[in-house]
C-alpha cells in the first residue's frame, strides 16, 4: 500500500513511479533510484529493500513546480532525495544530510553551494526569483552554478581552453566555449585511476607494479578553480551564454552519503 501511495505522488507532478521491492540477489539493502525510459517516457524506476518499504515516504510535494521531496529512513540515517523536472528531463538529486530538509523550498537550498546562497543574500536576492536558473547570483545548467566574477577579479587568459568540457564523475559533459583552471593540486589520471593520484603516489604503484608504467597517464589540475565564458551546451539543456567570466560551482549532491543511491547521472 505504500508503495501505491509514493506512485500517487508522483503522479500529482506529472511523473511516473514504478516503485518495487528489490530482490536480495541485485545486492540492494536499501533504496535506490533511476531514471528510465519506455514506450512512454521516463519514469522514476525506485528499487526499495522489503525492511525499508514502509519507512520510505513522500514529505513534501509541489505540482506547480513539478517536484517533490522522497525520504528513506535507513538504518545508517535519514536520505532524502528531490526528485523533479529540469528544461527537458526528470532527475534526481540526493541532498546533504547535514542539511535540516523537510521541503522542496529547503531541499533546493540545501543544494546550492554556501557560496551561491551567501551571496544571494548579500545581493538581496528576492525569494521568488531564488529557484530560477538565472538571477543576480548565478546562471545555473544543470548541476552547475556560474557566478560572475567581480571587475577586479584576475583571470589567467594565456590559460585558456576553447571548447573544453566539464563534468563531474561519470556525468555527461558540459561544453564550454573558453575555460580557464586555475591553482588545485597536480594529479596524474589513467585507466583505473580516474580521480587522479599524485606525483608520489604514482611512483609508488609503479614500484610495486612496474607495468603500471605503461598506462596513459595524463597531468590534470584536481579542484582548481574554474572560469569560463561563452557559450555552455548539453544535449539535455539550453545552451546560456555567459558574458564575462564566471567562476563555475558544483551543486552540494556529491556530500550527501544517500548520492551512492542514485544511480542516474546527468
Known sequence: MNMQLIERQFTRIGARAQIHRASRRN??????????????????????????????????????????????????GKHKFLCGHDERHWFVAAVPERAAVSTVQTAFDALKPVAVRALENRLGVKPRKRNRRRNEAFVRQGEWFFVPLPSDSFVNERLILRSEPIARGGGKPHLCEEVVRQG???????????????????????????????????????????????????????????????????????????????????
Open 27 to 76: 545486492g540492494i539493502e536499501g533504496i535506490t533510484i533511476d531514471i528510465g525510459n519506455d514506450g512512454d517516457g521516463e519514469f522514476f524506476d525506485i528499487a526499495v529493500a522489503s525492511p525499508l518499504i514502509s519507512t520510505t515516504r513522500v514529505l513534501d510535494v509541489q505540482p506547480s513546480m513539478r517536484h517533490l521531496l522522497l525520504m528513506a529512513d535507513q538504518r545508517d
Open 184 to 266: 588545485g593540486e597536480l594529479v596524474y589520471v589513467a585507466a583505473g585511476y580516474p580521480q587522479g593520484v599524485t606525483e608520489a603516489q604514482r611512483e609508488r604503484l609503479i614500484s610495486r607494479r612496474p607495468q603500471l608504467r605503461n598506462l596513459h597517464w595524463v597531468a590534470q589540475r584536481r579542484n582548481p578553480s574554474v572560469f569560463v565564458r561563452g557559450r555552455v551546451r548539453h544535449r539535455d539543456h539550453k545552451t546560456i551564454v555567459l558574458n564575462g567570466w564566471h567562476q563555475v560551482l558544483m551543486n552540494t549532491e556529491n556530500e550527501s552519503i544517500a548520492m551512492r543511491h542514485v544511480a542516474f547521472i546527468d
